[in-house]
């Protein structure tokens, strides 16, 4: 069984940090890609970043390139996400979700299987 419960969340300034991070109790976290997505007020869920299982590899947005940064630490069952340089507009509600056993990683959300609660963010101006 999958849970996911996303911490992490709060209030910030712009061009301040964060860590979120993105913890599951099963036992087969560590054979799952984990994706993060935002949905802002009013408009639809967006991919964030996803990694793959093993943690080789990792994808961003063009929005979060080079100011997030995904990881995983799989003997913690735990994924975070730092998220540097905060600016207004990456305020939102972020989901970390996880695909089924051995897939590889995806930025459509219908590609996850499961989802945690998610965490909110906001940056002030």
């Known amino acids: 069984q999958v849970q996911l419960v996303e911490s992490g969340g709060g209030l910030v300034q712009a061009g301040g940090s964060l860590r979120l991070s993105c913890a599951d109790s099963?036992?087969?976290?560590?054979?799952?890609?984990i994706g993060w997505f935002r949905q802002a007020q009013g408009k639809e869920r967006e991919f964030v970043t996803a990694?793959?299982?093993?943690?080789?590899?990792?994808y961003y947005s063009d929005s979060v390139k080079g100011r997030f940064t995904i990881s995983r630490d799989n003997a913690k069952n735990t994924v975070y996400l730092q998220m540097n340089s905060l600016k207004p507009e990456d305020t939102a509600v972020y989901y970390c979700?996880?695909?089924?056993?051995?897939?590889?990683?995806?930025?459509?959300?219908?590609?996850?299987?499961?989802w945690g609660q998610g965490t909110q963010v906001t940056v002030s101006s």
């Open positions: 979700a996880a695909r089924g056993t051995f897939y590889g990683s995806s930025s459509d959300s219908a590609d996850y299987r499961y």
């Open positions: 099963g036992r087969t976290f560590s054979i799952r890609a």
């Open positions: 990694i793959t299982y093993s943690g080789d590899n990792t």
